[in-house]
């Protein structure tokens, strides 16, 4: 038994959803059921029926249906999903596959992390409002600028690293994992510290999330009256004569004493028990994820001052205006005997990083396989795109970054033509294209703005370039937040699947399993498996170790103000099915 499998026995975890997980899964006519009080070896990879146990194929994570004050809703055990089959493509699901398939592949992703460094002072979580739910219509620029449980970013991760570790194998076919791609956004705001605190987590060891003062929390959440803005979640309570936040009092959040301490403690990361590899997001090269990094935003970053709150005379125009002009640091100096200018501790680790630099800290920091599956040559002329082979599977990372700015993305000319030469001398190999963005998210050809000169290369364009080419089976990607499995058909016949990830950072806190069995008849199953973090339902007023922090961390995601939705979570034709496509020849 797995010290994990331990410690979910011995931490009196009864409400956890790994307690009421044993039903049998149905696959395609075939069942795949478990004992949950089975042992197993801490050598051998869990069987199929064993990883069943700890995937959403047998039991998820919902939002409750009964609300509390203000409409805030536990999150509670919901139903098993089965893998629905899905033949758009054409590949008959033919009668008793389940039989005789030979498993070929099996591997995790994980996207949109976010590792948060939430005191920075480029963290513009004043921003947030101008979202807020009001009779106005939501712009959605700015619903990313702040969420309440962003200090316990990296302890989700922890708890997602943990729950894979725990799974070891695909649940269908019981395959071992090859690895894990996380395929972008990573960290949050291309800071060093995020880069290596994400790095440190999937590497395994001491990890603590905290920047700036080591003697005490610095951000928008503390209990400091005179910063103190009621527009932020302030989990320790309300100042003397201060009013209650809006959080608490308008959408039922909990006090949670202690949780700030708590949250910048450090705390001992499990580590990835596969080869890890990364994808390059726009939050990992991008200020916020949409502007260009420049010398203000730059000397901003590792300063003493810290905007606060939504500065008084300040219209959201011009605020717009000055954060795509990066002239925050103007703004700052201008209002720093405000209220609005809060005064932090400086730290050289919120510096920011160019992808070169980004890309040199996946060697830097070690772990399997060194540089995460970044290149030499990456490494040498700062590019973001590689490959790999992994048996007959050709794994193709795409950096579909624009620094010219803005949040989504394209590829450089000079990437289209590797990726064009790359599949020319694929064939005969099962092919996936890795990538942060999805086909329809790759609009964004801006140039020049940034100071990149190159032309760029939209989606639609490399989705096309990507249909020519048979042995293409699937493009996995993140970016939107949001479970989706699309179908792309190709002339005359066939296709591929894009198969779009949600995130860690917002509901439902999900990762996939991606399997790829060959059914011996012309086709494959690529089976893919939602995967709930190992984080409790509830967390019991606990806040002693990463795992709880990790499921307070998901109830908070599912009563955000402006995210009370189960749309990220996708249609059950996106989450657990089989994908069938015609096998590469």
């Known amino acids: 038994m797995t010290r994990l499998t331990r410690r979910r026995w011995a931490g009196v975890k009864f409400s956890r959803r790994h307690l009421l997980r044993t039903g049998a899964v149905a696959v395609g006519g075939a069942s795949a059921a478990g004992s949950l009080g089975a042992a197993r070896a801490s050598a051998a990879a869990p069987s199929a029926a064993e990883a069943a146990q700890t995937v959403t194929s047998a039991s998820t994570l919902v939002r409750g249906a009964t609300a509390g004050p203000g409409g805030y809703r536990p999150v509670v055990p919901g139903p098993a999903e089965a893998h629905l089959v899905r033949t758009d493509l054409g590949a008959q699901a033919a ?241 720093a005997l405000t209220p609005a200018v809060r005064a932090v501790s400086p730290d050289i680790n919120r510096r920011l990083l160019t992808r070169k630099q980004v890309v040199e800290q996946h060697f830097a920091a070690g772990g399997n396989p060194v540089g995460h599956g970044f290149t030499a040559e990456n490494r040498s002329k700062g590019t973001a795109y590689y490959s790999f082979d992994q048996g007959v599977c050709r794994f193709i990372v795409l950096d579909t970054v624009n620094p010219n700015g803005y949040s989504d993305g394209s590829i450089d000319r000079e990437q289209f033509a590797w990726l ?84 860690h950072i917002d509901w439902p806190q999900q990762s996939r399993l991606i399997e790829i069995a060959d059914n011996q008849d012309g086709t494959l199953s690529i089976f893919t498996t939602m995967v709930d973090h190992a984080g409790p339902a509830s967390y019991g007023g606990n806040t002693s170790d990463s795992v709880h922090l990790a499921g307070l961390g998901r109830e908070l995601a599912a009563n955000d103000p402006q995210e009370r939705t189960d749309s990220r979570r996708g249609q059950l034709a996106d989450r657990n099915l089989e994908l069938l496509v015609a096998k590469p020849t």
């Open 95 to 335: 009668p008793g596959r389940a039989g005789v398939r030979v498993p070929v592949i099996a591997f995790a992703q994980l996207s949109d992390v976010h590792v948060v460094d939430a005191q920075s002072p480029l963290r513009l979580e004043f921003t947030d409002r101008l979202d807020d739910p009001s009779p106005l219509p939501a712009t959605g620029i700015f619903s990313s600028a702040y969420r309440p449980h962003e200090m316990l970013s990296g302890h989700i991760a922890d708890a997602m690293v943990r729950e894979i570790n725990a799974i070891g194998a695909g649940p269908v076919t019981g395959k071992p994992l090859a690895l894990a791609i996380q395929t972008g956004d990573n960290s949050d705001n291309s800071q060093f510290n995020e880069v290596r605190w994400n790095i440190g987590v999937l590497n395994g060891g001491q990890v603590r999330v905290d920047s700036g003062s080591l003697l005490k929390y610095e951000g928008v959440a503390d209990d400091n009256s005179a910063y103190y803005d009621p527009g932020y979640w302030h989990p320790h309570g309300t100042p003397a004569g201060k009013a209650d936040d809006v959080y608490r009092k308008r959408y039922g959040y909990p006090v949670v004493p202690g949780l700030l301490n708590a949250a910048r403690a450090a705390f001992t990361a499990e580590g990835l028990n596969v080869p890890w590899y990364s994808a390059f997001g726009n939050h990992d090269g991008l200020v916020q994820g949409n502007f260009p990094q420049n010398l203000q935003l730059g000397i901003l970053s590792t300063g003493a001052l810290k905007l606060n709150s939504l500065p008084a005379g300040l219209s959201p125009a011009e605020l717009l205006n000055s954060l795509l002009s990066g002239d925050l640091l103007g703004i700052v100096r201008s209002l």
């Open 420 to 503: 064009q030469n790359l599949l020319a001398q694929s064939t005969g190999r099962i092919c996936m294209i890795f990538s942060h963005h999805t086909s329809w998210t790759m609009q964004n050809t801006l140039f020049l703005v940034g100071g990149e000169l190159k032309t760029r290369i939209n989606g639609k364009v490399v989705l096309e370039e990507l249909l020519k080419h048979p042995h293409v089976v699937a493009w996995v990607n993140g970016h939107t937040h949001k479970n989706q499995v699309l179908a792309h058909t190709r002339p005359g016949g066939g296709g591929m699947w894009e198969i779009n990830t949600a995130s």
